[in-house]
């Protein structure tokens, strides 16, 4: 049962990568799922995002959590526009996504350099 434990853990020393023979395991299982699934189209996009957050987590860990906040924050900003009649709430929607995102960008990439 400990296989099944290593599928599911993140191994900062080991992530998965191009180069190892898990990936290309992994990517010929997810190719056969996508297969099955392609022509329902609601299935295939939760398929694929899942397989995603999934392979962001075996490379990266928990910031895939980082990755989902900012997938769903867009989302939310996207539908707002969409909806939004007013040129100027618009503007602040946008304004907000890219300034949110800008944030947590900055904050990842310059954290470092004031510890």
Not at 40 to 60: E, Q
Not at 68 to 73: A, K, L, N, W
Not at 78 to 98: A, M, P
Request: glycine share 2%.
């Amino acid at each position: 049962m400990d296989w099944i434990y290593d599928i599911f853990e993140f191994s900062k020393k080991y992530p998965m990568d191009f180069t190892q023979m898990s990936f290309w395991i992994f990517f010929v299982i997810i190719y056969i799922g996508f297969a099955l699934v392609y022509k329902r189209i609601f299935i295939r996009n939760l398929f694929l995002f899942f397989v995603s957050c999934f392979f962001y987590y075996k490379t990266s860990g928990l910031f895939v959590l980082l990755l989902i906040f900012s997938t769903i924050t867009d989302f939310y900003f996207g539908k707002q526009i969409d909806k939004s009649e007013n040129e100027s709430k618009r503007k602040f929607f946008v304004t907000l996504s890219v300034v949110l995102n800008l944030t947590v960008l900055s904050y990842f990439k310059y954290a470092y350099f004031f510890t």
